[in-house]
């Protein structure tokens, strides 16, 4: 089992920046932490993943080089550095994960944390 815990959403002003944290607890080991994000009336869409042992990444389309993924695995957390924000990136944001047991699918979800850009 893994909990995940975020941190660090708020309001921002157009063009600025947030920097989430997600921390991760549990007896599983992780192989994957990612981020999704969910804005009222639209379908949840992916954000980023950052894989535990290498810290190799990938970005959903949108993301367009303003995001960077990253973790600590000695400290068991994660990031997602969020810049040059528009209103589009409103939403509520959540910190997924996969361990090694089924490294195919987010089990783990945390509560999410609410980024609101406002012009």
């Known amino acids: 089992q893994v909990h995940l815990v975020e941190s660090g959403g708020g309001l921002v002003q157009v063009g600025g920046s947030l920097r989430l944290s997600c921390a991760a607890s549990g007896r599983s080991a992780l192989y994957v932490m990612g981020w999704f994000r969910q804005a009222p009336g639209k379908e949840r869409e992916f954000v980023a993943a950052?894989?535990?042992?290498?810290?190799?990444?990938n970005y959903g389309d949108f993301v367009k080089g303003r995001f960077t993924v990253s973790r600590d695995s000695a400290k068991n957390m994660g990031y997602l550095q969020m810049n040059s924000l528009t209103e589009e990136d409103t939403a509520v944001y959540y910190c997924?994960?996969?361990?090694?047991?089924?490294?195919?699918?987010?089990?783990?979800w945390g509560q999410g944390t609410q980024v609101t850009v406002s012009s």
């Open positions: 997924v994960a996969a361990d090694l047991v089924n490294p195919d699918e987010y089990d783990y």
């Open positions: 950052v894989s535990w042992n290498k810290g190799s990444t």
